[in-house]
């Protein structure tokens, strides 16, 4: 794990995380690479944003290790490395867009012109002056990401990002986040919708806190035999019941 760790930008060794007598996570190991998208796909209460707390360093694990960049989870090295948008809206609703992104920018120390530059990357120029409160659930979204980008991290962790939203607004965001990913950011981007996982360089898939599978969408194909992902993740499920 050590090595991987180094190449890796998430690296999860053995992690169990319990809340009072429910054991949350079980025993789950994988690492996510750098420079790329891993989509972290499960039903709503697998564990999903349980995990995604332990990787951004908020969450008390029972066991095992997180590392993040080569660092410990949490780490107050990585607080401005990793950003991390929750499902929640992370913005004040009484101030603009830009407003908005001025604060922030503030609170984080961002450089001078680096607000523009973020309204530019999560395509808000139209609606810069306009209440947050007012916008579509799709704009909000890119704002709470704008304001996560202001740092310029190196990680993005997003916490099912498009839950609610229609189509147009979920391609949109996707585009957004691929557009990072070239750029040389590294995403880990959650959803309980698995027509989203073909937009993913690699996955992470979870049920009941279990991880059932960490590889790219092609390996997970090619070692179920179904195309179609959906149906891959169901061969997962029953192969693992026939298991028990």
């Given at each position: ?13 053995g ?6 007598d429910?054991?949350?996570?079980h025993g ?8 790329q998208?891993t ?7 697998c564990g999903k ?8 360093g ?5 066991s095992g290790s ?8 949490g780490?107050?090295s990585l ?23 001025e604060?922030?920018?503030r ?8 607000v ?19 916008l579509?659930?799709?704009?909000r ?6 304001t996560a980008?202001l740092?310029?991290?190196?990680l ?23 557009e990072?990913?070239?750029?040389g ?6 959803s ?11 996955l ?22 179904k ?12 192969g ?5």
């Open positions: 794990m050590a090595g991987e760790s180094v190449a890796a930008a998430i690296a999860v060794d992690l169990h995380v319990r809340r009072g429910n054991a949350v996570l789950l190991s994988f690492t996510a690479p750098r420079g998208i989509g972290l796909l499960g039903p709503s209460g944003s349980t995990l995604m707390r332990a990787i951004v908020v969450q008390i694990v029972e997180v590392e993040v960049l080569g660092e410990p989870a780490s107050e607080r401005h490395r990793v950003g991390y948008v929750t499902q929640a809206p992370s913005v004040y609703g009484d101030l603009s867009v830009r407003e908005n992104l604060f922030f920018a609170v984080l120390g961002a450089p001078s012109g680096r523009a530059e973020v309204i530019e990357a999560v395509s808000l120029g139209e609606h810069v002056d306009q209440v947050v409160g007012s579509s659930g799709g704009q979204s890119r704002v709470s990401l704008g980008l740092g310029e991290p190196e993005l962790v997003l916490d099912e990002p498009t839950v609610g939203l229609d189509p147009v607004l979920r391609q949109e965001l996707w585009a957004t986040f691929g990072l990913a070239v750029a950011a590294t995403l880990l981007v959650s309980h919708v698995m027509d989203e996982a073909d937009r993913c360089d690699s992470l898939l979870m049920r009941e806190g279990d991880l059932l599978a960490s590889e790219t969408p092609a390996a997970l194909r090619e070692r179920t035999g195309q179609g992902l959906e149906d891959a993740f169901l061969a997962l499920i029953e693992r019941e026939e298991g028990r």
